[in-house]
């Protein structure tokens, strides 16, 4: 399918319904899902599935994509809601729950994994740069400190996350992000 053109409606509906089916299915741990469950739930015949994903891997993959970019729209949205400090600290916990999106599709993941699909590095680089915009509006307010980067505290919460196969790593993996959070706020310049 042509990326320069649009989709019609129809079609943009289809795709929109696979991606759902497909998100459902993973992160409900159906990893073995196959295309023509996946087609089914989305109310659509396998060929239409295959006429927007070529493969089920790249279904995969745009699944993932897709939970990246709902994630990096993020920012921008919490600085116009919230301070930046708070709109920092929302993100930091947003990313906490990817990582768990990330564990309910790790074993559909797999298989990209181990070819050479740009996805993850992609995905670091832009949450790195979502993490650096939130960092930069915190240090110009004077409420974060300003001597982090966007990458440095991605592998931080990397590590926090990495523990994920331990049973309660979600809440302890967002009371040490609330902790790491406190830690950016010492030594800001402006009084909390």
């Known amino acids: 399918m042509s990326a320069s053109r649009p989709l019609r409606a129809d079609a943009r509906r289809n795709r929109e319904a696979l991606l759902s089916a497909a998100r459902q299915a ?70 906490v729950d990817h990582a768990a999106v990330g564990k309910g599709m790790s074993g559909v993941l797999k298989g990209i994994m181990a070819t050479d699909s740009p996805v993850f590095d992609d995905a670091r680089r832009r949450m790195a740069g979502a993490l650096s915009l ?17 990458p440095t505290l991605l592998r ?14 979600l809440v302890e993996a967002r009371q040490i992000t609330v902790l790491l959070f406190d830690g950016l706020r010492h030594g800001a310049t402006q009084a909390l």
């Open 26 to 95: 993973f992160l409900g741990g159906d990893t073995d899902a196959h295309v023509e469950d996946i087609a089914r739930s989305a109310g659509v015949a396998v060929g239409t599935l295959y006429r927007h994903f070529e493969t089920r891997d790249a279904l995969i993959e745009e699944v993932y994509r897709k939970e990246v970019d709902d994630l990096c729209a993020a920012p921008g949205v919490l600085l116009d809601q919230h301070a930046p400090q708070e709109a920092l600290r929302r993100f930091l916990l947003l990313l």
């Open 134 to 150: 939130l960092l930069d509006a915190g240090s110009a307010a004077g409420t974060v400190r300003g001597d982090i980067s966007g």
């Open 156 to 169: 931080a919460l990397g590590g926090i996350c990495g523990m994920s196969a331990t049973e309660g790593w």
